[in-house]
């Protein structure tokens, strides 16, 4: 199976400031990759696929880059609703996997 | 508009049978794969496996040995079983669909927690 190393594992920014979140795989995924933020309590919701695909109804202050093995998310501005959990899963290789999860918090 | 949610037992005695439904609306069964994932308390997402929408199944291959997905789309029900649950296995389980790949999912239940405890 595909292992998806997230880094950090905990954040701390504070509001307006700009985060970004690291993925990586343990080999080439071909941009097949995802990311959800999770709020405490709920279930993962769908920020980005196919790495730079905003999906409908994020706010374009999430964007996703990277290519091959390296990933990134990216939040600009951050908002007091941005704090969250978020995870990255790929799906180029079945099975689907998910990265550790990296907990953001406001500083 | 799409929905689903899950039910169960909320507590399981160790080396007993886990059956979860997941009820859908919004969608048919024969549109798209409804795949099962799970969170132990504190820890990463783990994907379990999925019935596709022509009623094949396809599992992960740690748990293949103890699980079994199936449904009723006159009911619009997803079930999973697995059996010889031990306490590894509490966690958060969560039933979730992708409408418009494969294998990223856009629509999720709200889960249901499931403890093994005796």
């Known amino acids: 199976d595909i292992q998806m190393t997230q880094s950090p594992a905990s954040l701390s920014a504070s509001l307006g400031e700009t985060v970004t979140i690291e993925c990586r795989a343990s080999e080439d995924i071909y941009s097949n990759l995802a990311w959800y933020q999770q709020k405490p309590g709920n279930s993962p919701q769908l920020l980005i696929y196919d790495a730079n695909s905003l999906a409908d109804g994020v706010p374009s202050r999430f964007s996703g880059s990277g290519s091959g093995t390296q990933y990134s998310l990216k939040i600009n501005s951050l908002q007091s609703e941005d704090v969250a959990s978020y995870f990255c899963q790929q799906y180029n290789n079945y099975p689907p996997t998910f990265g550790a999860g990296t907990k953001l918090e406001l500083k | 508009q799409v929905q689903l949610r899950e039910s169960g037992p909320g507590l399981v005695q160790p080396s007993e049978t886990l059956s979860l439904t997941c009820t859908v609306s919004g969608f048919s069964l024969t549109s798209y794969g409804v795949n099962w994932v799970r969170q132990p308390p504190g820890k990463c997402l783990e994907w379990m496996g999925v019935?596709?929408?022509?009623?094949?199944?396809a599992y992960n291959s740690l748990l293949k040995s103890r699980l079994s997905i199936s449904r009723d789309t006159s009911k619009s029900q997803v079930f999973l079983k697995m059996n010889s649950l031990q306490t590894e296995d509490t966690a958060i389980y969560f039933c979730a669909i992708p409408t418009q790949g494969y294998w990223y999912f856009d629509f999720w239940g709200p889960g249901t927690m499931v403890t093994v405890s005796s």
């Open positions: 019935i596709w929408g022509d009623g094949s199944t």
